[in-house]
C-alpha cells in the first residue's frame, strides 16, 4: 500500500488524530484528563448508538431519519412518567419502552418500504409527532428519575469490591484482555485462512492495525481505571456498535442494505425483496432511538420537552463524516464510530475552552460540509455519483 | 451556395470498448429530405449526435462541413446557432409546462422584467401555426396526445430558426394518421427550402417521404440510394440494411436438443404498468426445450424484453395473465425470489442500469442473486464468496486484476461476463439472456457465445433476445419474431434469413 491509498483509506483516522492533538494542546492538556476522556464517551453514548441506526437507513441511498431526536423524547418520557408517578418495575419500563420503540420503526417502516413515501417527509413527520405527543405527557414539566434499578443498569459504573480501590483495576485488566484477544483472533483468522489457500493481506499491515488498535484500548483502559472504572453505558455502546458491525460486515442481510443502495433495480431484479429492505432499517432505527433515549433519562436522571433536540443531526452528521456515502451504498460501522468520536472531540475540546455554544455549530456545520464534499469529490473521480 | 448544405467526412467514433462509427460519410443537399436507416445500434443516433455537438469536438475524429465551413461544435446550443436542430425519439418537453413556456425553454422571451408571457405566447401561437397545431399556447404539455407533442417539438425547433432539421424516429409511438400528417409537414417545409434529415425503421415512410436514402450498418456506411421518384422498393432498402455475409464469428455447436420442454409459455398477456389498458405483450405461447437456444427477434418495442420480465417473477406490467410451465409443471411466479427458486435466470439487457451494483466488488456482485449459497445461517463466508468468484473468473476470462475490483472499472465486455457470472451462479435450468452481447466487441461477443454454447451442452435452456439478426442465425436453433407485442412468425434458424425475419416484422405492420 503505498502513501496515497493509505492517506484515502484512513482519511478521517488521519482527521480525529489531528484534531484530537489540536484539542489536547489547545485546552493545555485537559482534554487528556480522565474525567474528561471518560466523559468523551459517556457524552456521546447517544450519537454512537444512533449513528449505527442511521447508517444502515443512509446506505439504502442517502435516506435519514429525522425523527430520532423526538422518539428520544418520546420514550424517555414514558419511561419517566411511568416510573415516576406510577412506580412501574425499572425492567419492565425497560421492556416496554423498547418494545413502543420497536413499534414506532414498524409504523415509520410501514410508510416507508412499503407504500413508498419519500423518508424525508415521512420522518419529518414523526419528528413533529413523537415530539408532541412527548411533550403532552410531560405535560409540559421536566420530569426526574429516582428508580436506582434504572439508573444503576445504564448510569453506574463497574465496581468490584476488594479489587476496585483508588485505582479501578477492573477496567484495566478488561483493557488488557481484550488487547490480548486482539492478536490471537486475527491469529488464527490468519491460520485458517492459509489452511483453505484464500488470499490473505499482508500480515504486516494487519498485525501493525492491531498494534496501534491495542496500545489506545491498553491507554484508554488506564485512564477509565483513573477515573470511576468502566461505565455500564460503555457496555451497551459496545454492544451495539458490535451486533452493528457484524451485521453490516458479515451478514446476508447487512449486504442487502449496501446492495439496494448500489442499485435498487438490480438488488430487486435478483430477487431481493427491497421493501423489507427499507422497512427493517428504519424499524432499527427507532429501536435504537428508544434505548438511547433510556440512555439519556439514566445520564441526565430527568427528561424535559427539549430533550432529544437536533440528536437526530449528530447522528446523521457522524455518517457522514465517518465516510458513508450521501448516495447510499458504501460507509462502515467503523468509519461512523470515527465520524462520531471526531464530532465528539471537537464538543468536548470546544466546552472544555469555555467556547460558546453557538460557534460548536458552526464548527460542526464547517466539518460536516467538508466532510461531504470530499466524499463526492472522490466518488467523482471513481465515476459514482452523476 | 456550397452543392452540399451538410458534408460529414470520415467520421470515427470510439467507445470504451467499441468503435461505433468507422469512417461514416454522409452527404446532404439542401432542400432535400434524406433518411438514415440501418439496424439497431447500426450507428445512426450517435452519427447524429455527433453533428448536434452531443458529443463534442475532439470525441470523435473527422470533419463537419456545414454550409461550406467547417464547423466545431461542443454542445447542443453552438450547433442549434447554426440552425441545426436535432428532436430526439424520446421527446425532450416538460409535462407540467405549458406549450409555450417549453417551445423556449432555455431561449426565454425576456422583458424588462424577467420572462414577457405576452410575447412568448404569441410568439408560439405563431410556431403553432406554421406546424398546423390548434391547441392554446398555454395548454400543458401532459394535455396533449404524442401526436401533438411531436408537434410541439418541430414548432420549437422552428422557433429556433432551423435550418437543418434532424428527426430521429418522429413515428415510432404515432398511429397512422398522426404519422403521415407529420410526413406531410415535412414535405411542406422542403417546399419552403428546409432541409431535414430523418431516422426511421418504417421503410414505407421512407419511400414515400426520402428524396435520398443513406444506409449504415455495423458503424459505416454502406450506399446512398436515390429515390426522387418516391417508388423504391422496400426489399431493396433491406438488403442494404442487413447484407452482410456470415463468416465464422459463431462458434460452432453440436444441436442436441432434447425431446423434452424446459420452459412453456402459453397465452401471456401483459399490461403497461401505468396506462394499464394498453397492451404491451398480447397472447404470447412460445416455448423452450432442454438444450436448445431459441432466439427472439423484433424491433425495439416489440414487446421481448417486457415479456421476459413479466415472466420473471412479474419484474414488468400490470394484469399479467397466462400459463407458465417449467420443465412439465406449471409455475405460478409471483416475485423474483420465486423465479430465481424455479430455476430461471433473467441476464437484462441493460447491466448497468438493471443488471449490476457498479461501485460494488465482481465477487459481491456475482453472489448477489444467491447469497446464501455462501452463507451458514446467514453469516456470509466471505472466503468461499471470493473463491467462487475466482473459480468464474477463471472459467469465463474476466479480464481483471482482481476479483475486489469495483465492477464499473471494468469494460462492457467484462461487466458483461460479471453479470453472466452472477446468474449461472444462481445456477438456473433456464436462461433469458437480454441483448446478451449489446456494447461489446467482437472478441468478447465470441466468448459469450462459448459460454452459451456450454450452458445449452449442460442441457439448461437458453432464451435469446437480439437486435442483431445475423447473431440470431448464427447461434439459434430456432427463432420466433416478435412486432407490438405479439408473436408474428416461428421459424427454426436452417430456414431462416434476415429478408424473412424483417418481412414478417413489416408485414405485421401493415395488418
Not at chain 1, 220 to 226: G, H, I, P, R, S
Not at chain 2, 77 to 83: F, M, N, V
Not at chain 2, 203 to 212: F, G, P, T
Not at chain 2, 423 to 440: K, N, Q, S, Y
Request: aromatic share 8%; glycine share 10%; charged share 20%.
Amino acid at each position: 500500500m503505498n502513501v496515497k491509498t493509505f492517506i484515502k483509506k484512513y482519511t478521517m483516522v488521519i482527521a480525529l488524530v489531528v484534531v484530537f492533538i489540536f484539542f489536547s494542546i489547545w485546552t493545555e492538556g485537559k482534554l487528556l484528563l480522565s474525567q474528561n476522556l471518560s466523559n468523551l464517551l459517556l457524552q456521546n453514548a447517544y450519537v454512537l448508538v444512533m449513528a449505527c441506526g442511521m447508517l444502515l437507513c443512509i446506505l439504502t441511498g442517502g435516506n435519514i431519519d429525522l425523527s430520532v431526536g423526538s422518539t428520544v423524547c418520546l420514550i424517555g418520557a414514558i419511561a419517566a412518567q411511568l416510573m415516576s408517578k406510577y412506580g412501574m418495575n425499572a425492567y419492565l419500563v425497560i421492556c416496554l419502552c423498547l418494545a413502543l420503540s420497536l413499534l414506532i420503526g414498524m409504523w415509520q417502516g410501514f410508510w416507508i418500504g412499503y407504500i413508498h413515501i419519500p423518508p424525508f417527509i415521512c420522518t419529518l413527520a414523526g419528528m413533529f409527532l413523537f415530539r408532541g405527543i412527548g411533550r403532552a405527557i410531560l405535560g409540559s414539566k421536566s420530569v426526574a428519575i429516582n428508580d436506582e434499578t434504572f439508573l444503576n443498569t445504564f448510569a453506574s459504573y463497574i465496581n468490584i469490591p476488594g479489587l476496585d480501590e483508588e485505582t479501578k483495576w477492573s477496567a484495566f485488566i478488561a483493557g488488557l484482555i481484550i488487547a490480548c484477544i486482539l492478536p490471537v483472533v486475527t491469529f488464527l483468522s490468519r491460520a485458517k485462512k492459509k489452511k483453505k489457500g484464500y488470499k490473505m493481506p499482508s500480515a504486516l499491515s494487519q498485525y501493525a492495525k492491531i498494534g496501534v488498535i491495542d496500545l489506545l484500548v491498553i491507554a484508554y483502559a488506564w485512564k477509565l481505571a483513573n477515573y470511576k472504572g468502566i461505565p455500564v453505558m460503555a457496555l451497551w455502546v459496545l454492544a451495539i456498535v458490535f451486533i452493528y458491525a457484524f451485521i453490516t460486515s458479515k451478514t446476508a442481510f447487512g449486504r442487502y442494505f449496501y446492495a439496494v443502495g448500489g442499485n435498487e433495480k438490480a438488488t430487486k431484479l435478483s430477487g431481493i425483496n427491497t421493501n423489507k429492505v427499507y422497512f427493517l432499517a428504519y424499524t432499527s432505527m427507532s429501536l435504537l432511538a428508544g434505548l438511547s433515549g433510556l440512555l439519556i433519562a439514566a445520564r441526565i436522571g430527568s427528561i424535559n420537552g427539549d430533550t432529544g433536540n437536533s440528536f437526530e443531526m449528530d447522528a446523521i452528521g457522524s455518517c457522514f463524516i465517518g465516510g458513508a456515502s450521501a448516495y447510499g451504498g458504501s460507509g462502515t460501522v467503523g468509519g461512523v464510530v470515527v465520524g462520531a468520536i471526531l464530532l465528539g472531540v471537537i464538543n468536548q475540546g470546544m466546552s472544555i475552552r469555555g467556547l460558546d455554544n453557538n460557534w460548536q455549530y458552526v464548527v460542526k456545520g464547517a466539518v460536516l460540509l467538508i466532510a461531504v464534499i470530499f466524499d463526492v469529490v472522490s466518488n467523482k473521480k471513481t465515476g459514482k455519483a452523476g | 451556395m456550397a452543392e452540399y448544405i451538410l458534408e460529414m467526412k470520415n467520421i470515427t467514433k470510439e467507445f470504451p470498448g467499441v468503435k461505433a462509427l468507422d469512417n461514416v460519410n454522409l452527404k446532404v443537399q439542401p432542400g432535400e429530405i434524406h433518411a438514415l436507416v440501418g439496424e439497431n445500434g447500426a450507428g445512426k443516433s450517435t452519427l447524429m449526435n455527433v453533428l448536434s455537438g452531443t458529443y463534442p469536438f475532439g470525441s470523435y475524429t473527422g470533419d463537419i462541413v456545414y454550409n461550406g465551413e467547417e464547423c466545431r461544435f461542443r454542445n447542443l446550443h453552438d450547433s442549434e446557432e447554426k440552425g441545426i436542430v436535432i428532436i430526439h425519439q424520446e421527446l425532450a418537453l416538460i409535462p407540467e409546462l405549458s406549450i409555450g413556456e417549453n417551445m423556449f425553454l432555455g431561449n426565454e422571451r425576456k422583458g424588462l422584467f424577467g420572462i414577457n408571457w405576452d410575447r412568448t405566447f404569441h410568439e408560439a401561437g405563431e410556431h403553432m401555426r406554421q406546424v398546423g397545431l390548434k391547441e392554446e399556447a398555454t395548454t400543458l404539455i401532459k394535455d396533449i396526445g404524442t401526436g401533438k407533442q411531436q408537434l410541439v417539438e418541430i414548432a420549437k425547433a422552428l422557433s429556433k430558426n432551423v435550418k437543418l432539421l434532424i428527426l430521429d424516429e418522429p413515428t415510432s409511438s404515432l398511429n397512422e394518421e398522426d404519422s403521415r400528417m407529420l410526413l406531410d409537414l415535412l414535405i411542406s417545409f422542403k417546399k419552403k427550402g428546409m432541409t431535414s434529415i430523418i431516422i426511421s425503421h418504417k421503410l414505407n415512410e421512407i419511400s414515400y417521404v426520402a428524396d435520398k436514402i443513406t444506409v449504415i450498418r455495423d458503424g459505416a456506411t454502406i450506399e446512398t440510394i436515390d429515390n426522387a421518384e418516391h417508388n423504391i422498393d422496400e426489399a431493396r432498402i433491406i438488403r442494404g440494411m442487413v447484407g452482410r455475409e456470415l463468416s465464422d464469428r459463431y462458434p460452432a455447436r453440436e444441436h442436441n436438443v432434447s425431446d423434452k420442454v424446459g420452459m412453456e409459455v402459453s397465452g401471456w398477456t401483459v399490461h403497461h404498468p401505468l396506462y394499464t389498458e394498453k397492451k404491451v405483450v398480447d397472447n404470447v405461447s412460445f416455448n423452450v426445450r432442454r438444450g436448445e437456444i431459441v432466439g427472439f427477434s423484433g424491433l425495439q418495442g416489440a414487446g421481448r424484453t417486457e415479456l421476459a420480465m413479466s415472466i420473471f417473477g412479474r419484474s414488468y406490467g400490470s394484469d399479467i395473465s397466462g400459463k407458465l410451465k417449467i420443465d412439465g409443471e406449471e409455475k405460478e411466479l409471483k416475485t423474483v425470489s420465486d423465479a430465481i427458486k424455479a430455476g430461471l435466470a433473467y441476464v437484462t439487457e441493460d447491466r448497468k442500469g438493471n443488471g449490476l451494483i457498479l461501485a460494488e466488488s465482481i465477487a459481491k456482485n456475482i453472489t448477489m442473486s444467491r447469497l446464501e449459497k455462501v452463507c451458514s445461517k446467514g453469516i456470509i463466508n466471505i472466503d468461499k464468496e471470493n473463491s467462487v468468484a475466482e473459480d468464474y473468473r477463471e472459467k469465463l476470462r474476466t479480464k481483471t486484476p482482481s476479483v475486489q475490483q469495483s465492477v464499473g472499472n471494468l469494460s462492457g465486455g467484462n461487466q458483461q461476463k460479471v453479470l453472466l457470472s452472477k446468474w449461472m451462479f444462481a445456477d438456473p435450468e433456464v436462461l433469458i439472456l437480454d441483448e446478451p452481447t449489446r456494447g461489446i466487441d467482437v472478441g468478447a461477443k465470441y466468448e459469450i457465445y462459448c459460454i452459451m454454447n456450454d450452458l445449452v451442452a449442460q442441457g439448461k435452456s437458453v432464451v435469446m433476445i437480439s437486435s442483431e439478426m445475423p447473431e440470431l442465425l448464427g447461434m439459434c436453433d430456432r427463432i420466433y419474431v416478435m412486432n407490438e407485442g405479439r408473436m408474428v412468425a416461428e421459424m427454426p434458424a436452417a430456414e431462416a434469413t434476415q429478408e424473412k425475419i424483417m418481412a414478417a416484422i413489416l408485414q405485421s405492420d401493415k395488418q
